[in-house]
């Protein structure tokens, strides 16, 4: 689609008169844009943040020992770090231990006779053997338990992937109820030209020519339809982006749009336009297709 | 497209033999719909270059018959062929390459009410692909030809139901097409208009356009010597009375 074909010449836009801004169709696009960008934003957004937590735990495992006292736990520190594949162990320090379970059993619920237990953070080397380094310690403190944290953000990621996934959808839905709204469009275009169409065939044009001036007109109200709603969905996520960058940088580790993420939300309203161009050229041709 | 090749390969066998006829009419019905045939067994052959009147009562099927030369309907049964070929069940992305080559007088006009007098003659021109500066000059000849030069730029609804009449006959004529067919042309002019259109129809005949004119008029055939005629009653060709000259050429009545 080039701007020559958008402008046409001036005897092409005389054939069908009606600016742009006009119809509804314009409207329409621009509602869609809209929402298909937030919804693609809170997709991609969704997205990033679910890579961030998979990434973030995807190597990192926790031991848990039920009596972390009597030496056990700085023999645990010792099995671990040589255990093959793993780099860092890091153990949580016992006062931090017992405050986190005093929170739970109240102020001195947590008497001198009960063990207090241990819990050590291991970090693995990307393709070192996990079940292996699990089953070694395992045998070397039995009772034990060797738990990857991906396994505990298990839920969350898979309620992050439905939310990806239902972004998508919600998009494709909206792209499709945009095409439907400019097939009614083009028909509504075609019954209110359908003389200039008849004179037109009757003297010889062809579906193609016909179906061009359909097509530039659907284009032209598309691509300000899109323009207006990108404007409003950049507007959009500009504020609602501000707001809540500090807290999403400090959150994900990162900004929740990359920029190829703003990449794909600009070719959202090309998309949309290049559909809504598309979608008409079908509709009339397939009209046209019913007449002799 | 393999209709398309079909109907090349078809155009390709026909080419080699004498055209001595524009159009051939064989054994033609057409009904709307699943109503009775509103016209039944056509048989009749229209030379090249020829003139003929199409006459017959209101209802008689004149416009239908007009549609069917003009390539706006496919016959119900029969064949009919056009410039030599047979187009009965062309594809319908060759009609245009032929409907170019005729030219078409509605009787309801079918101006395109937002464009100039201008615009509407100059359709043809721009969408067989002549420029604005190759259509120009032609356009503007043959508004002066039809007396309307100095209303270019109005649009129909400006217009006065002669004047429309007027710039439907310069868009049918101004690609010089090989056949006009006009539906009453002269219903809504004066005498003198009426004369000189018929005068345009003449000069058109002279330089190769075959013309088919339905009318009534009766006057208007009287005016042109050596036209023939087609009566239609009822959907079927009648013989040609008494008072009336030249029967189209191979016209039968059933």
Redesign the interface.
């Known amino acids: 689609m080039n701007a020559a074909f958008l402008a046409g010449t001036e005897a092409e836009r005389r054939l069908l008169p009606g600016g742009t801004l006009r119809g509804p169709t314009p409207y329409v696009i621009a509602i869609m844009t809209f929402a298909m960008m937030i919804v693609a934003a809170a997709g991609l957004a969704l997205a990033n943040a679910a890579g961030v937590v998979a990434g973030a735990v995807e190597h990192r495992y926790v031991l848990q020992l039920p009596d972390g006292g009597g030496g056990k736990l700085e023999a645990a520190l010792r099995t671990s770090r040589s255990a093959p594949g793993v780099t860092n162990v890091e153990a949580v320090p016992e006062d931090e231990m017992r405050s986190t379970l005093e929170k739970w059993l109240g102020p001195g619920g947590l008497g001198n006779d009960l063990p207090v237990p241990a819990l050590l953070h291991l970090e693995l080397a990307p393709g070192a053997d996990a079940g292996r380094v699990g089953a070694m310690l395992s045998r070397a403190m039995p009772g034990s338990r060797f738990i990857a944290e991906q396994a505990t953000v298990q839920p969350l990621l898979g309620s992050l992937r439905a939310l990806r996934w239902l972004a998508v959808t919600l998009v494709l839905l909206m792209a499709a109820a945009t095409s439907a709204a400019v097939v009614l469009a083009a028909r509504g275009a075609l019954d209110t030209h359908r003389s200039t169409i008849e004179v037109m065939h009757g003297i010889g044009a062809t579906d193609q020519q016909v179906a061009l001036l359909f097509q530039r007109k659907i284009a032209l109200d598309a691509m300000v339809g899109a323009l207006i709603g990108g404007v409003l969905a950049a507007a959009a996520l500009l504020v609602i982006g501000g707001g809540g960058l500090a807290m999403a940088n400090e959150l994900a580790g990162g900004p929740p749009l990359r920029g190829s993420d703003f990449l794909l939300l600009a070719l959202l309203p090309v998309a949309a336009v290049a559909l809504a161009t598309l979608v008409a050229r079908f509709a009339v041709l397939g009209a046209l297709h019913k007449v002799v | 497209m393999a209709r398309r090749r079909a109907h090349a390969k078809s155009c390709r066998t026909r080419r080699g033999g004498p055209l001595s006829a524009i159009v051939e009419f064989d054994s033609v019905g057409l009904r709307y719909g699943t109503g009775a045939e509103v016209l039944r067994d056509l048989d009749f052959r229209l030379a090249k270059g020829g003139f003929y009147f199409l006459t017959g009562p209101s209802g008689a099927g004149k416009t239908s018959l007009l549609q069917l030369l003009?390539?706006?309907?496919?016959p119900t049964r029969g064949r009919i062929q056009l410039f030599g070929q047979d187009l009965t069940d062309a594809p319908?992305?060759v009609?245009?390459?032929?409907?170019?080559r005729?030219g078409?007088v509605?009787q309801d006009f079918?101006?395109?009410?937002?464009?100039s007098a201008f615009?509407n003659v100059?359709?043809?021109l721009?969408?067989?692909g002549k420029s604005?500066a190759e259509l120009e000059g032609p356009v503007r000849e043959m508004l002066a030809w039809v007396g309307l030069a100095d209303r270019a730029s109005a649009r129909p609804p400006t217009l006065s139901g002669g004047e429309q009449q007027r710039v439907a006959i310069a868009?049918a004529v101004i690609s010089q097409p090989e056949l006009l067919v006009a539906d009453e042309p002269t219903g809504n002019v004066d005498a003198e208009m009426a004369a000189r259109l018929l005068h345009l129809f003449t000069a058109l005949n002279r330089l190769g356009t075959t013309i088919v004119v339905a009318t009534h008029d009766v006057g208007l055939i009287a005016r042109t010597p050596g036209a023939q005629l087609i009566r239609l009653e009822k959907g079927s060709l009648t013989d040609p009375t008494g008072s009336l000259r030249n029967p189209p050429m191979g016209a039968q009545a059933r």
């Open positions: 003009y390539l706006a309907r496919r319908r992305d009609l245009p390459d032929y409907r170019r005729i078409v509605f079918r101006l395109i009410r937002h464009l615009d100059a359709l043809p721009r969408i067989s604005d868009r």
